[in-house]
């Protein structure tokens, strides 16, 4: 078999980490959301989330200052809108009006759930020490919330520049772990 180089730039594009979410921060009475890809599980009980968010990013100041934020987890169903929150900053537009997303009070953290999506996970900042230098904030989830009448949702997986795998058939192998 050969083999070609790929572009270091690139490297990201094969180590899609999971779904796309949608974060919601809430900071001085506004409550803004912003699209993510980068996150990774880092432990499950207390269930903690790393994620990336660029410092450049209208949100991550809200993030940084308040240390709550939601993760709202889209199926397919909201694809344009997925692309659009993320093509535009918070600092110029409210995004629950312009992309017609319904905020509901979530129960632990001040920034909203968004009602359109089939998972919301309410998260504290856990650990800040490796923000300032790589913008990762681990997160932990104290509180989630699904919608059960979607049993088969076809999560989006951005894969760069506009292009987006969006998951479907599922297999199941035999597991020891439970």
């Known amino acids: 078999m050969t083999k070609k180089t790929y572009p270091l730039s690139q490297v990201y594009r094969l180590l899609e ?52 934020c939601v993760l709202s987890i889209p199926a397919e ?24 997303l319904t905020p509901l009070l979530a129960s632990q953290v001040a920034p909203p759930l968004i009602a359109e999506c089939y998972a919301n996970l309410e998260c504290r900042v856990a650990d800040t020490r490796m923000m300032n230098k790589y ?10 919330w699904i919608d059960p009448s979607n049993k088969n949702p076809h999560t989006l997986h951005h894969q760069g520049k506009g292009v987006f795998m969006v998951a479907g058939r599922t297999i199941r192998l035999p597991s020891k772990m439970k």
């Open 17 to 68: 980490p999971g779904p796309v979410v949608l974060v919601t921060t809430a900071h001085k009475g506004k409550a803004n959301i912003m699209t993510q890809s980068w996150h990774t599980m880092m432990e499950f009980e207390p269930p903690l989330v790393g994620c990336v968010i660029s410092g450049r990013n209208h949100s991550f100041d809200a993030l940084r200052i308040t240390k709550e």
């Open 77 to 100: 169903n909201l694809a344009k809108q997925v692309v659009g929150i993320g093509n535009c900053s918070g600092s110029k537009v409210d995004k629950f009006k312009k992309f017609k």
């Open 135 to 144: 913008n990762f904030f681990v997160l932990e989830v104290v509180k989630a």
